[in-house]
C-alpha cells in the first residue's frame, strides 16, 4: 500500500461511525480524523458565548476561534484557544450546539478546508456528515453507515451509562431524532449518502462484524485504487 487512500465515512449519530473508523484507521495504518469533534469544539466556544443557536452571532465568531487538532499516541484531541477540550466536547449539551453551529455555511467552509489541510498527504479516514459529499469527493471509498434510531440510541445510553452518566432510552431516542432531522435538512452540506457511497447498515451486526465487513470493502477499494 504505498500509495495514500482516503475513505470516508457519513452517517447520523450514534451509527458506530469513529468506533469503527479508530479500528479500522488503526488495522490499515491510517490517520483517522473525527470531524464532528470540530465542529463540537466550535459549538463549545458559542455555548460559553450563550450564543451557539443564534446564526448571525455564529457567522461572526468564525475566524475568531483557533481550533487546532493534535494527534497524542494516535489518539485526536482537539483544543480551543490552546485549551484541550476533547473530553469537555463530549457533554450532551455540546451535541445540539455542535448541530447548530454546523449548519452555519460561514462554519463549514472554514472546518472544510481545515480538515483538508490536516489529511493532506496522509492515507486518512474520516468521518461525519459531508465526508464523501463535500470533503473527500474523490475518496478511495466512501461509506454510509447507518443503524435504526432504536439501536443507536441504545447504544448510546450504554455509553453513557458506562461512563456512569446514565440518561433515560426515551430521551437519547428523543434528542438523538431531533439532531439527525437538523443534520439532514439544513440547506448547507445536509447529511445525505454520496451516490456513489455503499451503504452498511450495522443494526444487526456487532462491532467486531462491522469493522471486518468495513475492513474486506477497504482493501477492496485501496486494491483496485492502486
Ligand atoms: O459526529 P458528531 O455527533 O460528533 O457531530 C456533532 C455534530 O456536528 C453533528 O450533529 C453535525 C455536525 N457535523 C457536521 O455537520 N459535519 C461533519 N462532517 C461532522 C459533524
Given at each position: 500500500?504505498?500509495?495514500?487512500?482516503?475513505?470516508?465515512i457519513?452517517?447520523?449519530a450514534g451509527?458506530?461511525?469513529?468506533t469503527?473508523?479508530?479500528?479500522?484507521?488503526?488495522?490499515l495504518?491510517?490517520?483517522?480524523?473525527d470531524?464532528?469533534?470540530?465542529?463540537?469544539a466550535?459549538?463549545?466556544?458559542?455555548?460559553?458565548k450563550?450564543?451557539?443557536?443564534?446564526?448571525?452571532?455564529?457567522?461572526?465568531?468564525?475566524?475568531?476561534?483557533?481550533?487546532t487538532?493534535?494527534?497524542?499516541?494516535?489518539?485526536?484531541?482537539?483544543?480551543?484557544?490552546?485549551?484541550d477540550v476533547?473530553?469537555?466536547?463530549?457533554?450532551?449539551?455540546v451535541?445540539m450546539a455542535?448541530?447548530?453551529?454546523?449548519?452555519?455555511?460561514?462554519?463549514?467552509?472554514?472546518?472544510?478546508a481545515?480538515?483538508?489541510?490536516?489529511?493532506?498527504?496522509?492515507?486518512?479516514?474520516m468521518?461525519?456528515?459531508?465526508?464523501?459529499?463535500?470533503?473527500?469527493?474523490?475518496?478511495?471509498?466512501?461509506?454510509?453507515?447507518?443503524?435504526?434510531a432504536?439501536?443507536?440510541?441504545?447504544?448510546?445510553?450504554?455509553?453513557?451509562?458506562e461512563?456512569?452518566?446514565?440518561?433515560?432510552?426515551?430521551?437519547?431516542?428523543?434528542?438523538?431524532?431531533e439532531?439527525?432531522?437538523?443534520?439532514?435538512h439544513?440547506?448547507?452540506?445536509?447529511?445525505?449518502?454520496?451516490?456513489?457511497?455503499?451503504?452498511?447498515d450495522?443494526?444487526?451486526?456487532?462491532l467486531?462484524?462491522?469493522?471486518?465487513?468495513m475492513?474486506?470493502?477497504?482493501l477492496?477499494a485501496?486494491?483496485?485504487?492502486k
Amino acid at each position: 500500500m504505498s500509495k495514500t487512500f482516503s475513505i470516508a465515512i457519513d452517517g447520523p449519530a450514534g451509527a458506530g461511525k469513529s468506533t469503527i473508523a479508530k479500528a479500522l484507521a488503526r488495522s490499515l495504518g491510517a490517520m483517522y480524523l473525527d470531524t464532528g469533534a470540530m465542529y463540537r469544539a466550535f459549538g463549545l466556544y458559542m455555548l460559553r458565548k450563550g450564543a451557539a443557536n443564534d446564526p448571525a452571532a455564529v457567522a461572526a465568531c468564525v475566524n475568531d476561534v483557533d481550533i487546532t487538532v493534535e494527534f497524542v499516541d494516535g489518539a485526536q484531541h482537539i483544543f480551543l484557544g490552546g485549551e484541550d477540550v476533547t473530553t469537555a466536547i463530549r457533554e450532551p449539551e455540546v451535541s445540539m450546539a455542535a448541530s447548530d453551529v454546523s449548519a452555519v455555511p460561514e462554519v463549514r467552509t472554514r472546518m472544510v478546508a481545515l480538515q483538508r489541510k490536516i489529511a493532506e498527504g496522509h492515507s486518512v479516514i474520516m468521518d461525519g456528515r459531508d465526508i464523501g459529499t463535500v470533503v473527500l469527493p474523490n475518496a478511495t471509498l466512501k461509506i454510509f453507515l447507518t443503524a435504526s434510531a432504536e439501536e443507536r440510541a441504545r447504544r448510546r445510553c450504554l455509553e453513557l451509562e458506562e461512563k456512569g452518566r446514565p440518561v433515560p432510552y426515551e430521551q437519547v431516542l428523543k434528542e438523538m431524532k431531533e439532531r439527525d432531522y437538523q443534520d439532514s435538512h439544513r440547506a448547507a452540506s445536509p447529511l445525505r449518502a454520496a451516490e456513489d457511497a455503499r451503504h452498511v447498515d450495522t443494526s444487526d451486526l456487532t462491532l467486531e462484524q462491522s469493522v471486518a465487513l468495513m475492513r474486506d470493502l477497504a482493501l477492496e477499494a485501496i486494491g483496485g485504487a492502486k
